[in-house]
C-alpha cells in the first residue's frame, strides 16, 4: 500500500501562485511514475501534469502547459506541483496519484498518464480556489 497525502491548497488569486505537495509513504516512492489530477465541482476529474519514477520525464495537460512544473524529490517521498499564473479555470480539488513502474498492457507510461484509472494509489485532494 502507498499512502499519499496532498497539502499547500488554498485561495490564490487570479494570476497568483501556489504549490501543492504530495508526501508519499508506505513503499519505495521511486518505483512509482505520480500525477496530477483536479476535479471541478459538476466536471470530470482531468489529467494536469505527471512525471516518471527517476523525474527524468514530465508530461502536462494543454490547459497548463507552460503554467505549472512537476517535480519530485525521491529523497523526501515527495512529488511537487508549482501552480503560476492561475486563473479562475484552475478552481478545483486537486488529487495526486502514484502508478507502479512494471509494465502493462495498456502500454507505457508516455501514453497512458492522462487516464485516471490506470493510476494504483490516490490522495485525498487539496482544494485550490482561485479569486479574480
Known amino acids: 500500500q502507498v499512502q499519499l497525502v496532498e497539502s499547500g491548497g488554498g485561495l490564490v488569486q487570479a494570476g497568483g501562485s501556489l504549490r501543492l505537495s504530495c508526501a508519499a509513504s508506505g513503499r519505495t516512492f521511486s518505483n512509482y511514475y505520480m500525477g496530477w489530477f483536479r476535479q471541478a465541482p459538476g466536471k470530470e476529474r482531468e489529467s494536469v501534469a505527471a512525471i516518471s519514477w527517476s523525474g527524468g520525464s514530465t508530461y502536462y495537460a494543454d490547459s497548463v502547459k507552460g503554467r505549472f512544473t512537476i517535480s519530485r524529490d525521491n529523497a523526501k517521498n515527495t512529488v511537487y506541483l508549482q501552480m503560476n499564473s492561475v486563473n479562475a479555470e484552475d478552481t478545483a480539488a486537486y488529487y495526486c496519484?502514484?502508478?507502479?513502474?512494471?509494465?502493462?498492457?495498456?502500454?507505457?507510461?508516455?501514453?497512458?498518464?492522462?487516464?485516471?484509472?490506470?493510476?494504483?494509489?490516490w490522495g485525498q485532494g487539496t482544494q485550490v480556489t482561485v479569486s479574480s
Open positions: 496519484a502514484a502508478r507502479g513502474r512494471y509494465l502493462r498492457p495498456s502500454g507505457p507510461f508516455s501514453s497512458t498518464w492522462r487516464r485516471w484509472g490506470e493510476y494504483d494509489y
